[in-house]
């Protein structure tokens, strides 16, 4: 649809950007710190650096808010590690960990800076993990003890919260994110007994953060990215609807209507993937109303039909690069797209596709919680860092995003991945997201110092616009 005009972003749009804690923060063992699955991680492909010092934010982090105000941060978008708070998964409470959190979360009210607090990003305890992570039901109760923990000590200056980052991910590519139990025994079927898990835990902790502070607003954080079918051919369609209903609504109709979609039941059915489902459970997820999604987006999927019978999948992929289902669905390289450094797809158009699909399907408040280009950035001779190519890219999605609210799509915040330079989860640290430099290579430390890329004054004009100067 063409506007003749466009609607313009609200007075208080939540620009910022985003972080997750074990990317960043470092400092994996210090002041009474735990091991969380991250840092037990062995195997990092070749070449690739592991998370223990990331880019030293623990220690960094003023430094690191005073340059997100002055780009002009409205929100920040971070994790807490739940290991810093409580070290062994449930049981004591670390001090120290509190402390920096309330540390970082004062900092950033210093500038006005709004704190979206992520509950739990990827990085489970290790002791829970031990003891059969996601696939034992007590992680339940771990998780809502530990949310508690964390709505007591800073639900009176945190107003958004975020329950789990892309749990659809974990699900689907747990492998490539290096948290999937080697150890597990028939895979998919445990997988998808995790998945329910974390929906209740989920739900449970939607409803506890309403009760404890009425006047705080949470949602759930999946990666989603709209489905398109290879050709009109009906069988590619039908394979586009699996997909969208396996990879996307799962989980958004899990948290928002309390239920499984019939199609994602019949895939569970088919494949002997039906989680066992306790008397209650449904009822814990239809009594959770979260009030606003959180989505990160990259790019579309595209998929065929797959004709082939079996429950093994099809092909290798990470979580931006589709594993095929036999029988469901079967990735498809959309060849009307580009491809970033790294093989992943860029589609601005398919981000208004997906935000008109989501609203209209949930009519929620959207944020977006993750956006951005993975590059090889270069610091230039005079110091400089011109990552033209990364302005490029959110000018584009700028745009679009802007046409999707002028389609009426309800967004009230945009923070991109990442506001920092960060560790990949899989691709270590060339493969920069950042506003900000930071000074480090793959296994030489250097000294960690901060340099703003040319993005970082291209964002500030946007924020500084609200959104009206995107050209540079
Ligand atoms: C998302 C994760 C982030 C981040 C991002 C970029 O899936 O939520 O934690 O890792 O993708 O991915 P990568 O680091 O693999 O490039």
Redesign the pocket.
């Known amino acids: 649809m063409k506007h003749k005009n466009l609607k313009p972003f609200s007075n208080n749009f939540l620009w910022g950007a985003s972080t997750?804690a074990y990317?960043v923060e470092g400092a994996w063992n210090e002041d009474g710190k735990g091991p969380s699955v991250m840092d037990m991680r062995e195997e990092f492909p070749e070449g690739t650096t592991d998370f223990k010092v990331a880019s030293d934010h623990y220690h960094h982090y003023k430094e690191d808010v005073s340059l997100m105000a002055e780009m002009g941060f409205k929100a920040y978008r971070f994790s807490i590690a739940w290991t810093r708070i409580i070290p062994n998964g449930t049981g004591e409470v670390n001090s120290k960990g509190i402390e920096f959190y309330n540390n970082l979360i004062n900092e950033l009210i210093k500038y006005n800076i709004e704190p979206i607090v992520t509950m739990y990003?990827?990085d489970l305890p290790h002791v829970l993990q031990e003891k059969g992570g996601w696939s034992n039901r007590e992680t339940i109760e771990a998780f809502v003890e530990y949310a508690k923990v964390l709505l007591n000590s800073y639900g009176d200056r945190v107003k958004y919260w975020l329950t789990i980052?892309?749990q659809n991910?974990m699900i689907m590519h747990g492998k490539a994110l290096g948290i999937l139990d080697s150890n597990l025994e028939e895979v998919d079927c445990e997988l998808y007994q995790q998945n329910h898990h974390m929906l209740v835990a989920q739900a449970k902790v939607i409803d506890l953060c309403h009760q404890m502070l009425p006047a705080a607003l949470i949602g759930p954080a999946p990666?989603i990215a709209y489905v398109y079918p290879a050709t009109s051919k009906p069988e590619d369609v039908l394979a586009a609807q699996n997909f969208n209903a396996i990879r996307n609504w799962l989980y958004l109709d899990a948290a928002i209507y309390g239920r499984y979609n019939a199609t994602a039941w019949s895939f569970l059915e088919e494949k002997g993937y039906v989680p066992t489902i306790v008397d209650g459970d449904m009822d814990i997820l239809q009594k959770a109303n979260p009030d606003f999604i959180a989505f990160?987006y990259?790019a579309t999927k595209t998929v065929e039909a797959s004709v082939e019978d079996g429950n093994e999948k099809i092909g290798t992929g990470?979580?931006e690069i589709v594993i095929g289902e036999k029988g469901v669905y079967k990735g498809h390289s959309n060849p009307h797209l580009p491809t970033n450094d790294?093989g992943w797809q860029i589609d601005p158009v398919g981000f208004r596709a997906t935000l008109r699909e989501v609203y209209e399907r949930y009519q929620l408040p959207i944020i977006i919680t993750?956006n951005?280009l993975?590059a090889i950035d270069k610091v230039e001779e005079d110091g400089s860092i011109n990552d033209t190519y990364r302005i490029n890219y959110y000018k584009q999605h700028l745009e679009q995003m802007q046409l999707a609210i002028t389609d009426g799509v309800d967004v009230f915040g945009y923070c991109p991945?990442s506001a920092i330079d960060l560790i990949?989860?899989?691709?270590g640290a060339k493969?920069r997201?950042g506003f900000i430099f930071v000074d480090r290579e793959e296994f030489n430390l250097k000294e960690l110092r901060r340099i703003p890329k040319q993005s970082f004054y291209w964002y500030k004009d946007v924020i500084a616009s609200n959104g009206e100067s995107l050209d540079y």
């Open positions: 997750s990317q990003h990827f980052n892309e991910m990666n990160n990259y990470d979580q790294f993750e951005g993975g991945w990949s989860t899989h691709s493969k997201y």
